[in-house]
């Protein structure tokens, strides 16, 4: 069974960073898509930024140039680095992962999330 947890979120003020984690464990995927997505209260799961494999990436335009994603794929782990934070970043923020080649951030691609990590950014 796969599991995904994140960690990093926390509070910070605007214009500020911080580095989100995710350990991904118990999938054995060859080739796969993970990515990085966003709720805030009140409104729907936004992707933020994916990437796949073969080092795809995309990004929400949102997010272009301030967040960047990567893996290291020993530590089986995920991050997102945001920088340049916004209260508007503000949200619970999920990793998940599919065991694809598609690199999208369309939350019904996945079907497989972690609980989430809170950041807060405020002015």
């Known amino acids: 069974q796969v599991r995904l947890e994140e960690s990093g979120g926390g509070s910070v003020q605007a214009g500020g960073s911080l580095k989100l984690s995710c350990v991904v464990s118990?999938?054995?995927?060859?080739?796969?898509?993970m990515a990085w997505f966003r709720q805030a209260p009140g409104k729907e799961r936004e992707g933020v930024v994916g990437i796949s494999s073969d080092g795809t990436t995309r990004y929400a335009d949102s997010v272009k140039g301030r967040f960047t994603i990567s893996k290291d794929n020993e530590k089986d782990t995920l991050y997102l680095q945001m920088n340049s934070l916004k209260p508007e970043d503000t949200a619970m923020y999920y990793c998940?992962?599919?065991?694809?080649?598609?690199?999208?951030?369309?939350?019904?691609?996945?079907?497989?999330w972690g609980m989430g990590t809170q950041v807060t950014v405020f002015s």
């Open positions: 118990g999938y054995t995927y060859k080739t796969y898509s």
């Open positions: 998940a992962v599919e065991d694809s080649l598609i690199c999208t951030i369309y939350p019904t691609h996945y079907d497989a």
